[in-house]
């Protein structure tokens, strides 16, 4: 016998969004899932990451990406080998991961998310689909390109980044930037600070070029 509280909880479907916004065509992309196909963790952010650029949202070969600063979702292991692996097959010739300062993280996505709030005020959703609908009406201009996620989407490329990398050296938590350049494999460039300052070089592939076949077979496959 449950309570009525018990009972309201029990029933509630968690729904999931992940939003990039393009700052190059001001364009945002919508990821959306329920917790009933995955969670929402490193491995979810960088699976999510990978279907959007292959969606072919730039042909640009140079990638800047901003985010905040959750080592749970953005700044972690996981990130970083899905960089290498991007630059590695050729897909990007030079990749750039910052991160905002503490207190200074507004992003584009920001006003994104404040949209959809405003929608969901005046609208009701009963099924996850009824979000997509909500989410893509939320803006008149340019509106949010909904990308529903499917099981399928989901990589395990936390497994990639376990086994063929190693961060120990990286000092990630203190990092404000992440470069990964072709010609440099394996290794990527950080600076502990915004301004001009110290580069740091470190290797993070682990040795032996099985690694690397290895690492394009476990996410390509």
Not at 19 to 40: L, N, P
Not at 134 to 142: F, L, P, R
Not at 169 to 183: Q, R
């Amino acid at each position: 016998e449950h309570t009525h509280s018990e009972m309201f909880y029990r029933r509630q479907l968690s729904c999931y969004n992940f939003g990039i916004c393009v700052c190059d065509t001001m364009q945002s992309y919508m990821c959306m899932w329920d917790e009933s196909i995955a969670s929402r963790g490193a491995n979810e952010i960088a699976s999510r990451l990978l279907k959007v650029i292959n969606i072919g949202i730039t042909n640009k070969k140079n990638l800047t990406i901003w985010s905040d600063n959750c080592s749970a979702q953005n700044k972690n292991r996981v990130m970083v080998f899905l960089c290498l692996f991007l630059v590695a097959i050729g897909l990007f010739d030079h990749i750039e991961q910052r991160f905002f300062l503490s207190g200074h993280s507004f992003l584009q996505c920001d006003s994104d998310f404040a949209l959809i709030e405003k929608r969901k005020r005046v609208t009701k959703a009963f099924i996850p689909s009824d979000l997509f609908k909500i989410v893509h009406e939320s803006k008149v201009v340019k509106p949010f390109q909904v990308v529903p996620m499917l099981e399928s989407d989901f990589l395990d490329i936390q497994q990639a980044a376990d086994q063929l990398i190693s961060t120990k050296n990286l000092n990630i938590s203190k990092t404000c930037s992440i470069e990964y350049e072709a010609g440099k494999a394996g290794s990527v460039s950080v600076k502990q600070s915004h301004d001009v300052g110290e580069v740091r070089t470190i290797k993070v592939l682990k040795r032996g070029e099985k690694h690397e076949r290895r690492a394009v077979s476990i996410v390509s496959g």
